[in-house]
């Protein structure tokens, strides 16, 4: 087995430690003063692009391979990227750290470079394989979504050291944010559900359906809010996407309580139970969001509801279905490069026993308890809140990754 997406996904592990550690330091504060600034953009890329973007791109070298049951189309290649894109990210991190704008551009343009090897590398992969459904469909999207949010942020790390785009600049930072969170992570959460959740539940004999209209309702709702920013329509332009989007979760969350309700295992794994949780939540903030968007449109533009707004899409389900998908994937991947030639010998443990699901329960749950208290002191305005549930939502996300962490001592 490939070494590569364990690589990914433990680099994916220590930026995540990294972020909560910092967020620790400050009481979160980065947050509540807001994210338009080099702290706010330090945290922000070291969450989005240091966590979540590495180990989805670990996962999707991992799961690509399963989904089409052939190999990556280059390893070495795949190894470049990892090398290419992690250099470049934290050479923009210590840029934002520094306020230095000529080395946000120079990274920049070395991040997008690591995001074309990774587009190249998948696009190979796939078009090689020719297999065309839902699931590679939405994978093929979010990659390319993918490339469109490194495009935009490159375009702004080069419009800080030069200014050759001014005028351009709020607006491209609209569709940064939009095609990455909608398009890229959206789309890649829900095309690889279609696969592991059936997987995990050993479902057979749902429908199908519903696979084959989410992603068009989801892709629409990335293009039309990223154009919305661009052509810088305002309040009234975004609302459209945000509705298509919600009818898209909806939809969503109904296609997978199709695939529970066809299963055959009862216990599918903490993390799985977890992440339909994470699902159903998302799907009601969705609806109050929308309801929210309808009734006070103005309020699309006041900071406060961007940043609640952005914790409960990026923390709150981005981030959490990552972990809660880390419950099967770490011990999958070490299992098999440690112990795969080894199945069914003497001494060899079981998969199952190289995590404590009880204790990976009870952390999942402390996460989900804790993201809420952030999210309320951001509604209300309350600082003390954001502070201290901060610190808690940190401490147990801490402890979560450690669990996770012990993975790779058994």
């Known amino acids: 087995m490939s070494r590569l997406p364990l690589v990914f996904i433990i680099t994916g592990m220590i930026g995540f430690a990294m972020f909560h550690a910092v967020s620790l330091s400050s009481l979160l504060g980065w947050l509540d003063a807001g994210v338009r600034g080099p702290e706010g953009w330090f945290n922000a890329h070291l969450f989005v692009l240091g966590w979540a973007t590495m180990l989805a ?13 052939t190999n990556i189309h280059s390893e070495k290649l795949g190894w470049t990227h990892y090398a290419v894109f992690t250099v470049g990210l934290f050479g923009l991190l210590f840029g934002f750290a520094l306020g230095k704008t000529a080395m946000i551009a120079f990274f920049a343009v070395l991040v997008l470079a690591g995001i074309l090897l990774f587009a190249w590398n998948v696009g190979a992969t796939m078009f090689g394989a020719a297999k065309w459904d839902a699931i590679t469909l939405s994978a093929a999207a979010a990659v390319l979504y993918l490339v469109l949010t490194g495009l935009t942020g490159m375009m702004m790390g080069v419009n800080f050291a030069l200014g050759w785009w001014n005028g351009l600049h709020q607006r491209l930072f609209g569709a940064h944010i939009w095609l990455g969170a909608v398009g890229w992570f959206g789309l890649l959460i829900t095309g690889f559900s279609y696969k ?72 599918p794994g903490a993390g799985i139970r977890w ?46 279905m990552i972990l809660c998908y880390a419950f099967k994937i770490v011990p999958f991947l070490w299992w ?68 996770l962490g012990l993975v790779f001592t058994r």
């Open 196 to 267: 592991m959740l059936p997987m995990f539940y050993l479902a057979h004999g749902h429908p199908t359906a519903l696979q084959k209209a989410v992603p068009v309702l989801w892709n629409a709702a990335a293009l039309a809010g990223a154009a919305a920013f661009l052509a810088e329509g305002g309040a009234a332009a975004v609302t459209p996407a945000l509705a298509i989007l919600a009818a898209a979760i909806l939809m969503y969350n109904v296609h997978i309580l199709q695939i529970r309700k066809h299963r055959h295992k009862k216990n």
């Open 275 to 320: 992440s339909m949780y994470g699902n159903h939540a998302f799907a009601a903030a969705a609806a109050l969001a929308l309801a929210w968007a309808l009734a006070n449109p103005q309020s699309l533009a006041d900071t406060r509801t961007l940043l609640l707004a952005g914790w409960v899409y990026l923390p709150g389900w981005v981030s959490f």
């Open 57 to 69: 791109m670990g996962a999707f070298y991992q799961l690509i391979g399963v989904i089409l049951q």
């Open 336 to 403: 098999t490069l440690k112990y795969g030639r080894r199945a069914g010998q003497p001494g060899t443990p079981l998969m199952a026993n190289l995590l404590d699901e009880k204790k990976a329960n009870a952390l999942l749950a402390a996460v989900a308890v804790a993201f809420f208290l952030p999210a309320a002191g951001l509604a209300l305005d309350l600082e003390p809140l954001v502070a201290a549930g901060g610190v808690l939502y940190s401490a147990v996300s801490l402890a979560y990754m450690a669990l």
